[in-house]
């Protein structure tokens, strides 16, 4: 785990080096730490989205609601 608790510090930082990337490239450790925490944001980014999706509810026209259906295991 980093030392960036928020997923907006964690991509502050993805930014920060992406940027110093294009400027004129990353030390093997900052390549490292970017590797790591795009990894902690997509975990964190896909529970998330997850949460949301499992309390989404679909209405019928007749007005009855029905629980969004899971396409899959896929993840």
């Given at each position: 785990m980093s030392k960036y608790q928020t997923q907006e510090e964690r991509l502050v930082r993805i930014n920060e080096l992406a940027?110093?990337?294009?400027e004129g490239g990353l030390t093997p450790e900052e390549?490292?730490?970017?590797?790591?925490?795009?990894?902690?944001?997509?975990v964190a980014f896909?529970?998330?989205?997850?949460?949301i999706l499992?309390?989404?509810?679909?209405?019928?026209?007749d007005g009855s609601r029905e629980?969004?259906?899971?396409?899959g295991p896929k993840q």
């Open positions: 940027k110093k990337e294009r390549t490292a730490e970017r590797a790591e925490l795009r990894e902690e944001y997509r896909r529970a998330a989205f997850r949460g499992d309390n989404t509810y679909i209405q019928q026209p629980k969004l259906k899971s396409k």
